[in-house]
């Protein structure tokens, strides 16, 4: 299950780079803006929908904390990602508000990028190291792995 994370987490950074590719090729193409951006629209909330599965993914892998909620955390940063869109075209496409306003959407992809980079590194990290996932003294069947999860037994006490 952690390989499929890390697959999971690398085809979203290969997908958000991708996104980027098409919001450059769409501002400097000649066709009319709602046009151009039509590629990067239709892809956004196939990125939203794949980074919930990432994070439903992470919570099944039992990945460390941090790590699932970096991956809920990526699909919060989409969600507004099209807050930032509808406000900017709240205030005019066209006039200063909106443009400013607008920029915030640029600066917000490239939190996800440095977000979902770290992710994808984290994962590699652990997939390579093979640590187990930790779990709760007592969470297992085996009464001795328990013991030795939660630290050394102490000392039996002298007669």
Known sequence: MRKAFVGLATLLMLVVVAQFFLAASGAFDTAPNDESFQPHRALGPAILLLAVLLTV?????RMPGRLVGMAGLVAGLIVVQFVIAELAK????????????????????LVIVAVVGRIVRQARALSRSGAA?????????DAGASRSAAGPAEPAAAP
């Open 133 to 141: 996932p930790q779990r709760r003294a007592g969470a297992g069947g």
């Open 90 to 109: 709240a205030f005019g496409d066209g006039t200063t508000a909106g443009q400013l306003v607008f920029g915030l959407h640029a600066v917000n992809g």
């Open 57 to 61: 993914v992470a919570a099944l892998a």
